[in-house]
C-alpha cells in the first residue's frame, strides 16, 4: 500500500548493493510513495553489486562516489541538484564497512590502519557528507537525513568488535550536527538503530544465525525486517516527522528494551538441563 507520502521530494541515497541491502529497500519504497532520486556508491561496490537494476526500477541515476572522499561527495551533491532541477529534501547514509571484522581480528588485537579505514568510512564519511552538503546549500529547508546504526554503538555486543565505536560517533555526529543544521536550516538529522538483518554484509558477521535467534526470542515483536525498515524511514524522509531530530530510533521490536524474555529464558534453561544431562 503507496500513500504518496514523499510526492514531488527529491533525494540522494547512498549504500544500495542488492536486493538485500536495506538502502535497496528503502529506495524501492522512496519511488513508491513518489520520490525522484540518485543513487550512490563505490566504483567497485557497482562493479559487483547489483545497483543497474534498481536504477532501471526506480528511474534513478547512479553516481559513483568514495563516500570518504570530499571531492566526490561534492560531485553527488552538484550532479543530483543538476539532474532533479534543484536542492534535495532527503538523503540516506547507509555506509558501513570493517576490514578488522571481515578478517575477524578480536577487539585487543586491532589492526588500527584497518581501524582508521572503519571510522572513516562508516562515520567520518556521514560528517563529509553532511559538511558538504551545508556548504552547497545542497538540502531544502525542513529536509530529513538519515544514516543506519546498531544497538552496539551504545551496548557491548560479542563480534561486532570497531564497528561498535564507528557507529557510536556516527550517533554524536547526527546529534552535533543536527543541532546546527536544525537551528540553522530546519533541517532534521536522525539515526535508526536497526535489529540485526540478514543483508549481504550482515550475513558475512560471524554468529549471524545464533545473533537473530537470540534477538527474536527477545523481542516482544520480533526483529524488524528490511521491508519494515524502509517503512520506517519513509516516514523519518516524510513531513510527518518534521519536529522529529537528534534522536538514534530503536527499530528492533522492542529488543533494546529487554533484559530477559520467556523464550529466551526457556531457551537458556534447556540447554542447562542437556548440559548437566551430558556432565
Known amino acids: 500500500?503507496?500513500?504518496?507520502?514523499?510526492?514531488?521530494?527529491?533525494?540522494?541515497?547512498?549504500?544500495?548493493?542488492?536486493?538485500?541491502?536495506?538502502?535497496?529497500?528503502?529506495?524501492?519504497?522512496a519511488h513508491e510513495e513518489g520520490a525522484v532520486f540518485t543513487l550512490s556508491n563505490t566504483p567497485v561496490a557497482l562493479r559487483f553489486g547489483e545497483i543497474s537494476q534498481l536504477s532501471e526500477q526506480c528511474n534513478a541515476e547512479v553516481i559513483p562516489a568514495d563516500a570518504t572522499s570530499v571531492k566526490d561527495l561534492e560531485y553527488v551533491f552538484n550532479r543530483s541538484m543538476e539532474i532533479m532541477g534543484g536542492k534535495v529534501d532527503f538523503v540516506l547514509h547507509s555506509i558501513g564497512m570493517s576490514m578488522n571484522v571481515r578478517k575477524q581480528r578480536d577487539y585487543d588485537d586491532l589492526d588500527y590502519d584497518y581501524f582508521l579505514k572503519t571510522i572513516d568510512i562508516s562515520a567520518l564519511s556521514f560528517h563529509k557528507m553532511l559538511q558538504v552538503a551545508k556548504k552547497l546549500d545542497a538540502i531544502s529547508e525542513w529536509g530529513s537525513v538519515l544514516a543506519l546504526s546498531y544497538i552496539a554503538a551504545q551496548r557491548t555486543l560479542v563480534g561486532y568488535n570497531d564497528m561498535a565505536d564507528a557507529k557510536a560517533i556516527l550517533e554524536s555526529i547526527a546529534r552535533s550536527f543536527g543541532y546546527i543544521y536544525g537551528r540553522e536550516k530546519h533541517i532534521r538529522i536522525n539515526t535508526i538503530s536497526q535489529s540485526p538483518t540478514r543483508t549481504t554484509a550482515g550475513n558475512g558477521i560471524k554468529g549471524i544465525d545464533g545473533l537473530l535467534d537470540f534477538t527474536e526470542r527477545m523481542s516482544p515483536l520480533g526483529n524488524a525486517t528490511a521491508d519494515e525498515c524502509a517503512d520506517f524511514s519513509i516516514v523519518l524522509f516524510s513531513d510527518l516527522s518534521k519536529k522529529?531530530?537528534?534522536?538514534?530510533?530503536?527499530?528492533?521490536?522492542?529488543?533494546?528494551?529487554?533484559?530477559?524474555?520467556?523464550?529466551?529464558?526457556?531457551?537458556?534453561?534447556?540447554?542447562?538441563?542437556?548440559?548437566?544431562?551430558?556432565l
Not at 500500500?1 to 535497496?24: P, R, V
Open 1 to 29: 500500500m503507496t500513500y504518496n507520502l514523499l510526492k514531488g521530494k527529491k533525494g540522494i541515497i547512498f549504500g544500495a548493493l542488492d536486493n538485500k541491502s536495506i538502502a535497496w529497500k528503502i529506495a524501492s519504497r
Open 244 to 278: 522529529v531530530t537528534m534522536q538514534n530510533i530503536f527499530h528492533d521490536g522492542g529488543f533494546s528494551s529487554m533484559a530477559m524474555s520467556q523464550k529466551a529464558m526457556t531457551q537458556y534453561n534447556k540447554c542447562l538441563e542437556e548440559n548437566e544431562e551430558n
